[in-house]
């Protein structure tokens, strides 16, 4: 089983991001190697995957999915703007708001939350999946 961690930054033509892309770069690696060691025992495997900088799309920087929902879902936050500066140039980029706090800069501890909750619904999934093959084999013995 995987918990895949997808993040799409934003570059400039030179390949350069903007501080708050560098920042949650290393705050996903932290959180990825977190998530491993306290889901490896139960079999999920949290590969950390960068996906295509954006070029054009300063809204769109910075995006993070957890097995392919946002992380805003996962966490109950909203999207947003704010000012960014150094490759956006003088554009708005995006930010999470959560409880009124704003992240331009995602964090450790959220992306460490989002993947708890994401992998518990994972195990949930597989667990589901086991009761009804065992439901279904006593079904199967019952009918022979």
């Known amino acids: 089983m995987e918990l895949k961690i997808r993040w799409q930054p934003l570059a400039d033509r030179r390949g350069r991001s903007c501080e708050r892309c560098l920042r949650t770069a290393a705050e996903i690696d932290s959180a990825a190697q977190k998530l491993r060691k306290a ?3 139960l079999g999920v495997d949290v590969p950390a995957i960068e996906v295509s900088p954006s070029e054009a799309a300063p809204l769109e920087s910075n995006r993070l999915w957890m097995n392919d929902r946002p992380l805003e879902a996962w966490l109950g936050a909203e999207v947003g ?4 500066t150094g ?7 995006r930010a999470l708001y959560i409880n009124g706090r ?5 964090p450790e501890e959220l992306l460490v939350k989002a993947g708890l909750i994401a992998a518990a619904r994972l195990l949930g999934a597989k667990a589901e999946g086991r009761r009804h093959d065992r439901l279904d084999i006593r079904r199967s013995a019952k009918l022979n």
């Open 87 to 93: 490759a956006c140039g003088r554009h708005e980029c």
């Open 81 to 84: 703007r704010s000012p960014c």
């Open 39 to 41: 889901l490896r025992p």
């Open 102 to 106: 704003r992240y331009e800069i995602v």
